[in-house]
């Protein structure tokens, strides 16, 4: 992929994007997809992997007309955030 004018490159690390299915995480995942080359991991609440990755990508299809952004770039991640026990590590380890 060709970094778009002033794109963030890949070496700038993945993009942790929760509340990807709502109306402004939707807006802020398809922003990233649109000016950035960075990779994008999307939480989605879904029963596995698979159907996480079917909702993001009917959202992304009836927002964008495609789905194609997430062949290999954007990853859907079934998960809950709003659950007891999910902590990011600020120290990345």
Do not use: K, Y
Request: no cysteine; aromatic share 2%.
């Amino acid at each position: 992929m060709t970094a778009r004018p002033g794109a963030a490159s890949m070496q700038d690390g993945a993009v942790l994007v929760t509340g990807a299915t709502g109306f402004l995480g939707l807006e802020v995942l398809t922003r990233l997809i649109d000016r950035t080359d960075r990779p994008i991991f999307a939480i989605v609440r879904a029963p596995d992997d698979r159907a996480a990755d079917e909702r993001l990508r009917d959202l992304l299809r009836r927002e964008r007309g495609s789905g194609e952004e997430l062949d290999g770039r954007v990853v859907a991640v079934d998960g809950d955030s709003e659950q007891p026990g999910v902590v990011l590590d600020e120290g990345g380890q």
